[in-house]
């Protein structure tokens, strides 16, 4: 997951979750109860706010996930890449998990629960999109977020910020095709022209403009960046929060109708954490890397960039699809679950650091 919580540098780091992340789960559930309140109480408002659209875009909907998603991207230093020689046995682990394995199980995962076990309670005509959902949250890897469950478990600071810069690097070419491959083959039919368009407008352009923007900050000084970084963390956290109250309001009906259907998307979510963590965790064990390096392996192959994934089901399927909805699910169930995560990594540590021999 992302959000404004990362440092703009390894050694800035924050220590702890920051207030709005720690209650993070509450957020997301007020906007859940506010979104579905406005949306029963307001309907034409909301219907107005879905018909502003240029090129198949929702105009309300691409500014908040520029703020969300540019503030986050500011904090990237791509000059971190040559960094990834010094542990290429664990960044191999990371890039295994997160493009070889996760988005794939995920797609498996979905088949598995919603297509045939629980598909007897969820609403026929949502069963694609739903899956869909998923593989779109499962596709887009942890960006900033991540820094925050590193520093909970002092893990390598150089190490993460290397893998999460090669990862929005990749992002940038892969996303696309991975999601395309994983909706052709769970038979759902793939808007080509608006999955290239989501990855031009919420990955290229807005990674151009957060790095020129971070250039133009550097050359003031770290100090002058930092204070950048200050000023604009609000933006993230704010703008996510109206993008769930929108997403909501449009949903509103749905969930009225069937309040089961959060809790049954959380089971596929709530494996594919436990299970790519504990792979990755595993395998860098395996291969010999450091606990320090481990950690963040393993944390940001379970956690996701929910923003993108949120972003992209809009602009492919709309605010009132299953697919919508699924990304979301992901954000609620995020801090909860990537805590117990920290928790088991910080308490095997004996284990981990005890030779397998």
């Not at 789960?25 to 029963?40: A, E, N, P, R």
């Not at 963590?277 to 291969?287: D, G, H, I, Q």
Request: glycine residues 6%.
């Amino acid at each position: 997951m992302s959000t404004a919580a990362e440092g703009a540098a390894p050694l800035a780091q924050p220590a702890a979750l920051g207030f709005f992340e720690r209650w993070l789960t509450l957020w997301v559930g007020l906007c859940i109860v506010t979104g579905i309140f406005l949306g029963q109480q307001f309907p034409a408002l909301f219907q107005a706010l879905g018909r502003l659209e240029v090129a198949r875009v929702n105009l309300p909907v691409g500014l908040l996930i520029w703020a969300m998603i540019v503030p986050m991207l500011l904090r990237i230093d791509f000059g971190a890449l040559h960094q990834v020689r010094a542990h290429w046995r664990g960044m191999g682990v990371t890039l295994f998990v997160n493009w070889a394995v996760k988005p794939f199980s995920m797609a498996l995962l979905g088949w598995l629960f919603i297509r045939h076990l629980f598909a007897p309670l969820l609403p026929p005509e949502q069963i694609d999109s739903y899956i869909a959902g998923l593989i779109l949250l499962a596709a887009a890897p942890c960006t900033a977020m991540v820094f925050v469950w590193s520093r909970l478990t002092n893990g390598d600071p150089y190490f993460t910020l290397s893998q999460v810069a090669l990862n929005d690097a990749i992002m940038v070419l892969a996303f696309a095709p991975i999601v395309a491959l994983l909706l052709g083959v769970a038979s759902i039919s793939v808007p080509w022209d608006t999955l290239l368009m989501s990855v031009v407008l919420y990955i290229i352009i807005p990674l151009a403009l957060a790095q020129l923007w971070r250039k133009r900050l550097q050359m003031r000084g770290q100090q002058a960046l930092d204070a950048a970084l200050s000023r604009i963390q609000p933006w993230s956290a704010l703008a996510l929060l109206a993008m769930l109250v929108l997403l909501f309001a449009f949903q509103g009906d749905a969930i009225l109708r069937q309040p089961l259907v959060i809790a049954l998307l959380a089971v596929p979510i709530l494996i594919q954490v436990f299970f790519n963590s504990a792979l990755a965790y595993w395998l860098n064990r395996a291969v010999g890397e450091k606990h320090s390096v481990a950690c963040p392996s393993a944390l940001i192959g379970a956690s996701n960039f929910f923003e993108l994934a949120v972003a992209a089901a809009i602009s492919l399927f709309g605010f009132e699809s299953g697919a919508a909805l699924a990304t979301v699910v992901g954000v609620l169930i995020e801090v909860p679950v990537m805590l117990a995560v920290v928790k088991i990594v910080n308490v095997s540590r004996g284990w981990y650091e005890h030779s397998p021999g």
